[in-house]
């Protein structure tokens, strides 16, 4: 029987998961002390996961590379959290939740899945409204709702532009709570080298202690990844600077299969690249898109003149700016998918139009002030203020502005050194998340058995592009409200198996080749700095397996990598020594295991002959430039199996996307 095996439940799809649960294995309140579970990575999903089953009675043992849980890099989610509770009336649903997040993510990802979340994304709002969570409400005390790219409905809540940290410090403080108890053992600087399997099962990890050097074994009943997504492998990009994809990848290695690695989110508003010296990019919310005007000027003179500092965008009449995107998308505007909005972006600057002053003259305006004009009349009119000037219609307008999204203009005046609210804000798409991820059942666990895999590490939402605020609803979703379920189906027949021992040969083994390649980073003779390798690595992912690509192009990028691979293992120099903090060292076991996902990935791209979501392919795209799927021959999951270190040797298993519930379309946002 193949491993890929999806174990959907049978039955009507909006009953799949109440009678999947119904008819689940379960482990007794008093057994559940016998049971240990590895828990990598804490930020929303892993800090839920890791809580809840700690709650539930299981002893978590859970691993950050951070100095605290509250560092994970799902503190950076700024706009929000979609769920389907339809305070607004207009219309949602959970079926509509389901079929948007079906319909972004161009037809590529499981419908029972995509059902499960939707159905379960109300729980959210009422956890993390109970741990203390301050979303926003309107005047009347109802929590409030705002839109996000790729619906015509309200659903998305939101704590200001902070909703990913109040997320995470809700999660935090229900982990808190259970570390106090000491049911998680909490493992601060400690960073997943390797996963051990014994018998054919997870069994533990292999961890560095980042602080001393040292290595250690960690052995549980079931291993949770839950370590986030890949997009360091561009190297610039606007996730944390430490976010890596080693957890995961060390897994696929040991059997895990990954699927659509080459299905990549590219963000449409992040501040521009400013110099090639630069390691990090500001990701903008894409709640700005709510109030914002995305724009550049019609006439290619005017950009120029803004490139070249002789023009300020803010002194060009409106009759002479391009609103692109409510140009080509009237129904959507300026909330049409994150995946459309960005390639509309690109073809504009490709066309001259850009305007920043960069090295490629990327950039767009993302403009405020017919936001402010309309909040501030409407403001005077609801405070009686007859004939209000101009300035009083700014002031008023202002601080709606500021209210809703204050801290997130300052941030951006404090990068730029531009006030957002008179000059508008320059914009342009960066890397931001990935799709694709370890391949995981209807279950969450992974083609090994014992290890499960949630969140943004795993595949099984998404298809080729997220929607905005899904990321946070899936996370939560995994830990809080469907792993807690699935694992301890899996767990029910360990209650008698007792303490897992790490003094056996598979831990011996393990620990053995992470000392070995240790030994050798830190003795390599190299010239060039992991930062060397990385860029160029990144430099070619952009270029060819970036926003536009060809087969042409993902050819040559396989071969480029493969080179790339072949002089880091060469010449890579890691200063330093073994036994101390050492962020060189880190940075070249991620380094590492990024330039063989990035070899995958352009294959990836290059064997899905379509153009779906993310994955742009140029010798697939409609006259008009939009997206041509290819139904008939690519509507599945690609998953790869790790077959030695050539990665060209990969092998592919292919997993059908079967639509029962839904009509299989062409996406339109016209």
Known sequence: MSKLDPKIPGGPLADKWTNHKNHMNLVSPNNRDKI???????????????????????????????????????????????????????GDSTYRLFYDTIKGGDYRSREANVYRLAEVSANIIDQCVAQGVPFGREYGGQLDNRSFGGVQVKRTFYAKGQTGQQLLLGAYSAMSRQIGKGRIKMYNRHEM???????????????????????????????????????????????????????????????????????????PTCIPVHGTQQSKLTLMSESLRNSGRIWVPKNIEDAEAIRAGKLRPENIAPENRDYYLERRYP??????????????????????????????????????????????????????????????????????????????????????????????????????????????????????????????????????????????????????????????????????????????????????????KVEFFINNNGEHSVDHFHKKLGHIMWNKVGMGRTPEGLREAI?????????????????????????????????????????????????????????????????????????????????WEYNGSDINQEVLHKEDLIYENIEVKTRSYK
């Open 36 to 90: 240990d579970i590895i828990v990598v990575g804490t930020g929303l999903a892993g800090g839920s996961a890791a809580s809840t089953l700690a709650e539930q009675g299981y002893n978590v043992k859970a691993f950050c590379y951070q100095d605290s849980p509250r560092r994970a890099h799902s503190i950076a989610a700024q706009g929000g959290i979609n769920a389907a509770k339809n305070y607004q009336g207009d």
């Open 193 to 267: 080298m390797e996963l051990v399997i014994v018998d054919g099962k997870a069994r533990g990890i292999i961890a560095r202690n980042l602080v001393t050097g040292e290595i250690e074994r960690h052995s549980a009943h079931a291993v949770v990844i839950a370590s986030g997504g890949y997009g360091n492998v561009y190297f610039l990009s606007t996730n944390a600077m430490g976010s890596n994809v080693s957890a995961a990848w060390k897994i696929h290695k040991k059997g895990a299969y990954f699927a659509n690695p080459c299905f990549v989110q590219i963000h």
């Open 331 to 516: 129904a959507f505007g300026n909330l049409v998918p994150r995946d459309v909005a960005s390639r509309a972006a690109k073809e504009r600057c490709d066309a001259g139009y850009g305007i920043e002053n960069n090295d490629t003259k990327e950039g767009v305006f993302l403009d405020f002030s017919t936001e402010i004009l309309k909040k501030g009349t409407e403001a005077a009119l609801e405070k009686n203020i007859h004939n209000p000037t101009p300035q009083q219609i700014y002031d008023l307008g202002k601080a709606w502005i500021e209210e809703k999204y204050g801290n997130l203009f300052v941030m951006y005046e404090k990068i730029t050194g531009e006030n957002p609210y008179v000059t508008p804000m320059k914009i342009y798409p960066a890397v931001h998340y990935t799709m694709g991820g370890v391949w995981v059942d209807y279950n969450l666990q992974s083609t090994i058995p014992g290890c499960f895999v949630i969140g943004e590490a795993n595949f099984s939402d998404h298809g080729a592009n997220r929607l905005g605020a899904s990321a946070l609803m899936q996370g939560l979703a995994d830990g809080y409200f469907v792993l807690p379920y699935t694992i301890a189906d899996y767990l029910a027949a360990d209650i008698r198996t007792g303490p897992i021992s790490t003094e056996t040969p598979d831990f011996a083994e393990a620990e053995n080749e992470i000392k070995k």
């Open 559 to 639: 071969a480029e990598i493969e080179q790339v691979r072949k002089e880091f293992w060469q010449n890579v120099k890691v200063p330093g020594t073994a036994n101390e903090m050492n962020q060189e060292l880190e940075k070249a076991f991620r380094v590492a295991d990024f330039l063989e996902l990035g070899q995958l990935m352009a294959i990836d791209a290059l064997n899905r002959q379509e153009s779906c979501g993310g994955h742009f392919r140029w010798d697939h795209a409609t006259p008009e430039g939009e997206a041509e799927r290819d139904d008939e021959h690519y509507k599945f999951v690609s998953t």
